[in-house]
């Protein structure tokens, strides 16, 4: 298993491309299976988890090519189809196969996509992806931990008006790529504002799709009766970039950031500035600057616009280093403190209460062995060890890997001294 070897103390400086987004082009890869044509994604990110959506739509019958080892470009056609099960094994190791679900039943009528069950961050249900897909029409049972759908003796699904009970990002994009192909149209209320559901509906659109509102918390779809053949460039990843920023504020560097998509991230970006960095940015850039200790912040999880529960560890090691003291309240998921005890080996001050974390920053971390428990607490523990004094070895990296291209080297890039150790 791959682990990280991470000498800290040295300011990043430079500057670093900013990779497609990994939630965005997951859900476009499920878009493929909404027609019979060809849709070509560009700046599709290198990572574990598009890998692993690959299999789970080849598994299908979709032919899914990418131009050669380091192309960001996937082509998939889905005119093959001779299966319609996202079996436990992928499902298990990435809960967001669940979004071929709205897309097959709108294709072929019929799925059968393995529960995701539990997951580090927390219970995860996907009780409102049904409630909606019920409301299109949809036939649902549990059998044998497999979600099993069909249309019963309808040939498509019907539009409908669909109120979720709570904002969920990959729920709105099930029930989207459902209605794209209804009979009718359809209103998602209370829909997950994401940047990412409006890059999917942009998407769904240039392969002929006709979506109203998508980016706010309503969204209409008048459905057609097919899709045909686009190509789309997948917008930046944003919660990498939030990444990025955070390690440069860490070691009071000065980064910036090339192909980003600033606009995305106001929450974040406000957040930085208020710890003390300079932040600059043009139409595609992000520069930061920090010339001191961080100050400490309080924040709060919340939907977008709100501050993303994805960037909730990174600004925790960040507080662990501040002057003074903040909290940070984590309201969407209830489990997401894993990287608490990981970030107290390396010497941080933190106490959970409920939902809540008090982090007393301290002027410095010690390095520490730390082990990564999911995707963003694999990030936190690597820009922690970035300014912890010593070696910092970071364990199962292989989360890391399902959201990050090629981290270290690109943190090398910046002057970080990381490395990938093979054992
Ligand atoms: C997506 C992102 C993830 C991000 C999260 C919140 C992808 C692949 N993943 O996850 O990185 O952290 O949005 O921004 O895009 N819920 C229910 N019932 C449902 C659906 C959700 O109770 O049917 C709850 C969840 O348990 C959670 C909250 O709603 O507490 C938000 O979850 P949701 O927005 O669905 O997260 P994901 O789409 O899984």
Redesign the pocket.
Same mark, same amino acid.
């Given at each position: 298993m791959d682990k990280l070897r991470i000498c800290g103390g040295v300011q990043l400086k430079g500057s670093v491309p900013v990779s497609g987004a990994k939630?965005a082009a997951?859900?476009m890869m499920a878009a493929a299976l909404l027609t019979r044509d060809e849709l070509v994604l560009d700046n599709v990110p290198r990572l574990a988890d598009i890998a692993t959506m690959g299999r789970l739509l080849a598994g299908m019958g979709v032919t899914v090519e990418r131009d050669g080892d380091a192309s960001h470009t996937v082509a998939l056609r889905a005119d093959g189809l001779h299966s319609n099960e996202a079996p436990y094994d992928l499902v298990k190791t990435m /809960?967001?196969s669940i979004v071929v679900l709205g897309p097959l039943l709108a294709r072929v009528g019929a799925a059968r996509v393995s529960l995701p069950g539990g997951c580090a961050i927390?219970? /995860?249900?996907?009780?409102?992806?049904l409630k909606g897909l019920q409301a299109l029409g949809a036939q649902i049972r549990i059998e044998h931990g497999y979600i099993v759908a069909d249309l019963g003796s309808s040939k498509r699904l019907r539009g409908a008006r669909i109120v979720t009970d709570?904002?969920?990002?990959?729920?709105t994009e099930n029930l989207m790529m459902a209605a794209v192909l209804a009979e009718g149209e359809t209103v998602i209320e209370n829909a997950?504002r994401?940047p990412?559901v409006a890059d999917l509906a942009q998407c769904l659109s240039k392969m002929g799709a006709r979506i109203r509102g998508a980016g706010t918390d309503r969204i209409s779809i008048e459905g057609v009766e097919r899709l045909h053949a686009a190509r789309y460039r997948v917008m930046p990843d944003r919660i990498e970039s939030g990444s990025f920023l955070v390690a440069g504020a860490i070691t009071q560097g000065d980064v910036r950031l090339e192909g980003a998509a600033p606009g995305t991230l106001d929450a974040v970006l406000e957040k930085l500035r208020e710890a003390g960095a300079d932040v600059q940015t043009g139409e595609d850039w992000i520069r930061l600057r920090m010339k001191r200790r961080p100050s400490a912040l309080d924040l709060r999880t919340a939907?977008y616009p709100g501050f993303?529960?994805?960037m909730q560890a990174q600004f925790m090691a960040l507080g662990c280093v501040a002057d003074g003291t903040g909290t940070i309240v984590e309201t969407?998921?209830?489990n997401r403190f894993m990287h608490v005890l990981e970030l107290q080996r390396l010497g941080a001050d933190i106490r959970i209460d409920g939902n809540t974390a008090v982090v007393r920053g301290a002027p410095r971390l010690s390095a520490a062995r730390v082990m990564a428990t999911d995707l963003r607490a694999s990030a936190s523990l690597v820009i922690a060890g970035l300014v912890a004094e010593g070696e910092t070895w970071v364990d199962r990296i292989y989360h890391l890997d399902r959201g990050y291209e090629r981290m270290e080297q690109r943190l090398a890039q910046l002057g970080a001294q990381i490395e990938r150790v093979t054992a």
């Open positions: 939630n997951l859900k /809960r967001a927390g219970a /995860r249900p996907v009780d409102q992806h709570l904002v969920t990002v990959t729920g997950a994401e990412e939907p993303p529960t994805d969407i998921f209830e």
